[in-house]
């Protein structure tokens, strides 16, 4: 079974950092790529960056470009969104999902992690 | 970039076709033919529907379909049914290799 499996909910503190991790499995890895999406609460989908696990080219929308990274780890079929210092506007839904090209859309989601950032 | 404009809400009876737009401009909407939609039940990840403007992913009914023209695509919902109340997002590539998202539709079945 095609599947991306994410880590768990976090709960951190404002200028924490945190990296939060989205597992592939049932594909090839390499040959798709994998991108992040926003959900603040109760609102709609933000498209955040995108990146090709074979070879870490990578591309971010001007909204979240600096203010966060994506990277992946093409070893262990999976892919992660850092932040090095945590906002309370970066509380959240995140998810991955999966597309055939950086054009297509999004054929295989996550089930999502919730960030939460509260002092 | 900004947001693709859906409509915030349409409605319908059971059994009715509905019909959601997504305007954006000549930078990605209407340069492109990947438009996709997606519906999102509450509480879950969403779903892809439609990709490349008009393609069906294996296992999406043919009651759901999408078109372009210029700069705004369109997603129909036909015989609709209880089980499409959710929202629903388009998304479009861009003319700066990103995608960018619609705001967001809420369909309710009457």
């Known amino acids: 079974e095609v599947q991306l499996v994410q880590s768990g909910a976090e709960v951190k503190k404002p200028g924490e950092s945190l990296k939060i991790s989205c597992k592939g499995s049932g594909y090839s890895f390499t040959n798709y790529w994998i991108g992040w999406v926003r959900q603040m609460p109760g609102k709609g989908l933000e498209w955040m960056g995108i990146i090709y696990p074979g070879d870490s080219d990578t591309r971010y929308s001007p909204s979240f470009q600096g203010q966060v990274t994506i990277s992946a780890d093409k070893s262990i079929s999976t892919a992660y969104l850092q932040w090095s210092s945590l906002k309370a506007s970066d509380t959240a839904i995140y998810y991955c999902?999966?597309?055939?090209?950086?054009?297509?859309?999004?054929?295989?989601w996550g089930q999502g992690t919730m960030v939460t950032v509260s002092s | 970039q900004s947001a693709l404009t859906q409509p915030a809400s349409v409605s319908g009876s059971p059994g009715q076709s509905i019909t959601i737009s997504c305007t954006g401009t000549?930078?990605?909407?209407?340069?492109?033919?990947?438009v996709s939609w997606y519906q999102q039940h509450p509480g879950e990840a969403p779903k892809l529907l439609i990709y490349?403007?008009?393609s069906r992913p294996s296992g999406v009914s043919n009651r759901f379909s999408g078109s372009k023209s210029d700069n705004t695509a369109s997603l129909t919902i036909s015989g609709l049914q209880a089980e499409d109340e959710a929202d629903y997002y388009c998304?479009?590539?861009?003319?700066?290799?990103?995608?960018?998202f619609g705001g967001g539709t809420k369909l309710t079945v009457l």
């Open positions: 490349d403007v008009s």
């Open positions: 998304s479009s590539y861009t003319s700066s290799s990103t995608r960018v």
């Open positions: 000549s930078s990605d909407v209407g340069a492109y033919n990947y």
């Open positions: 999902a999966r597309s055939s090209t950086r054009r297509d859309g999004f054929d295989i």
